[in-house]
């Protein structure tokens, strides 16, 4: 077992006072990496429903707040497209773009605005949909489909530590880190940041799931190889972080 001393470590402060006259890559005048990781030419993009659209999540969001609680089991019903369109746009969806292009403002916070994920979708019941991984577009407000495996739900639960559950949901959210989009501004400081905002985005996805009768379970034990071989990131300049696994349940909003 590695010393506790790097983990504690990272949950301190950190050397602002260093970080004020550090020559980070913002304050060199380095391009600020893309807000939002490329796609390919030719992908099959989906769109989904508009922000202004949007019909559900209508309940208080003090009764929202009061039903917050982790769900493992979920019934067979699928989501509806305008339901996942409404859960990314909570989780992740793009109000704006500020600081000349280099930021954007989104409907969670985040360290310096710096939005430092992506969101991949293991696509199992959504009404319309074709099973299989997809990707969220936040500047578009758009999926993009990567591909289909018949053994993607099996292989998402068995990387989340064979939790058996996250192979029933309907659908499993998983947030990958880009840690330069933080570290561009923040060096050392932004990985502490980093993980304080994969938590904001996840609440939100709670109280969003909670207000459609849809139940989440957020999933933080995960082996990160197996995860990173799943989506077929690098896992070095982008890693999975987290998951939500969200299913409808039996209680009706
Ligand atoms: C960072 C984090 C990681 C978690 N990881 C898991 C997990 O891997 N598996 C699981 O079943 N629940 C996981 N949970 C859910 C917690 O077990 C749950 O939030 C806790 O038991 C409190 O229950 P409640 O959310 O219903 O209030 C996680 C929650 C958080 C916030």
Avoid at 93 to 99: L, N, S, T
Avoid at 130 to 146: A, I, N
């Amino acid at each position: 077992m590695e010393s506790m001393e790097s983990g504690r470590k990272l949950l301190e402060a950190g050397p602002w006072g260093e970080w004020l006259k550090q020559d980070t890559d913002q304050r060199k005048k380095l391009p600020p990496p893309p807000l939002q990781k490329p796609y390919p030419e030719n992908a099959k993009l989906i769109d989904l429903v508009a922000p202004k659209d949007l019909t559900v999540g209508q309940i208080p969001l003090i009764e929202a707040i009061n039903r917050r609680r982790s769900h493992r089991r979920y019934t067979a019903e699928a989501l509806t497209l305008e339901e996942l369109s409404f859960l990314l746009w909570a989780a992740q969806g793009v109000r704006g773009i500020a600081e000349k292009g280099a930021a954007t403002r989104r409907t969670v916070p985040s360290g310096g605005s710096r939005h430092p994920f992506e969101v991949y979708l293991v696509v199992n019941r959504v009404t319309g949909l074709e099973p299989g991984l997809y990707r969220y577009l936040p500047l578009d407000h758009k999926l993009c489909f990567l591909w289909a495996d018949s053994e993607l739900n099996k292989k998402t639960a068995q990387a989340c530590l064979k939790q058996a559950f996250v192979g029933k949901g309907a659908v499993v959210f998983i947030w990958t880190a880009l840690p330069y989009r933080a570290e561009w501004r923040y060096t050392i400081l932004a990985h502490k940041m980093i993980a304080m905002d994969a938590g904001h985005s996840c609440q939100n996805l709670y109280l969003a799931s909670g207000s459609i009768s849809a139940g989440i379970c957020a999933i933080g034990a995960y082996n990160q190889e197996e995860l990173d071989t799943l989506l077929k990131v690098d896992g070095t300049e982008e890693f999975a972080i987290y998951a939500g696994v969200v299913g409808k349940i039996k209680t009706k909003v």
